[in-house]
Every structure is written in C-alpha cells, then in structure tokens.
C-alpha cells in the first residue's frame, strides 16, 4: 500500500527557513522522479518542485526558484525540501507524491503545514 508522510512543517517568520521530509513506503522511490506540491486555502493543489529519479534533474515552479532545493536519500526512500527566504504566500500544506510535475498515485498523505507569519 502506497504512503506519504510529510513533516517538518511550522510556523517561520517571513524571511526564515524550514525543511520538509517525505518519507514514503509501499514502493520503492529511486524507480521514480518525485515532486512536492502545495495547497494553501481556498486554492488548488499546486506543484511546488520535482527532482528525477536519481537527483540529476529538478524542477521548479517559477515562485519558488532560487529560494527552494528539493532533494532525496533513495537508500531511506525519502524526499526533502529545503524552503528558504520565506514568504507569506508561501502559508500552505505541503504533500509529496511520485512523478515528474504531475501526480503518479491517487493516494496523498496528510501534508504538512507551513505557516509564514510574523
């Protein structure tokens, strides 16, 4: 059976720093690419960032680039993402999931939230 489990999620001040953790289990992720996606409220799911399936190729939405690093640990089948210089529109729940900038499993986990506030 597929998995997520997000953490490290908070409340940071604006300009500060977090890291996620995905950690999944029920497959194997160096077979696939993985992405985080966000949803903050009263928006759709977003995608936020993927990396390929052994970390030479990533992605980013266009907001978060040059402020967040996804990253992976094949051997713990987990995936980070290290969000720096935070903004308030940065405030969502944070999901990982696998596949290249689109969804491969219709299983989600329970996110993390991300609050950006002072």
């Known amino acids: 059976q597929v998995q997520f489990k997000e953490s490290g999620g908070g409340l940071v001040q604006p300009g500060g720093s977090l890291r996620l953790s995905c950690a999944a289990s029920?497959?194997?992720?160096?077979?696939?690419?993985m992405s985080w996606y966000r949803q903050a409220p009263g928006k759709e799911r977003e995608l936020v960032a993927s990396?390929?399936?052994?970390?030479?190729?990533?992605n980013y939405a266009d907001s978060m680039k040059g402020r967040f690093t996804i990253s992976r640990y094949n051997a713990l089948n987990t995936v980070y993402l290290q969000m720096n210089s935070l903004k308030r529109e940065d405030t969502a729940v944070y999901y990982c999931?696998?596949?290249?900038?689109?969804?491969?499993?219709?299983?989600w986990g329970q996110g993390t939230q991300v609050t950006v506030s002072s």
């Open positions: 029920g497959f194997t992720i160096s077979n696939y690419p």
């Open positions: 999931n696998a596949g290249w900038q689109s969804p491969l499993y219709d299983t």
């Open positions: 990396i390929s399936s052994i970390g030479i190729s990533t």
